[in-house]
């Protein structure tokens, strides 16, 4: 992996936090909203990681995958990607 590993294991394990206060909340029978809210900060997070994860694979992997002439697997794997995406 070549993404900022200090700032991806930093959000994930402030995401774990996050669960585990969802876990608690939900146990506690919290209200709702309050639940939802902590849930989309989360997913935030989340979001934020893989986004971090997949650009540095786009500068890093997939441009050296080009150079040496591998192009059509990674091609074919950000497009696995992006239809688990959308």
Excluded: P, W
């Excluded at 070549?2 to 394990?13: H, I, Y």
């Excluded at 639940?35 to 893989?50: D, E, G, P, Y």
């Amino acid at each position: 992996m070549k993404a900022d590993k200090t700032m991806v294991t930093r959000l994930l394990k402030t995401a774990r936090g996050q669960i585990d206060g969802l876990l608690k909340m939900v146990e506690e029978d919290r209200y709702c909203i309050d639940i939802s809210n902590q849930l989309m900060a989360t997913q935030a997070i989340l979001r934020k990681v893989n986004n971090e994860v997949i650009k540095t694979h786009l500068g890093a992997c997939v441009k050296e995958s080009f150079k040496q002439g591998n192009e059509d697997e990674k091609i074919e794997e950000i497009i696995k990607l992006l239809e688990k995406l959308s």
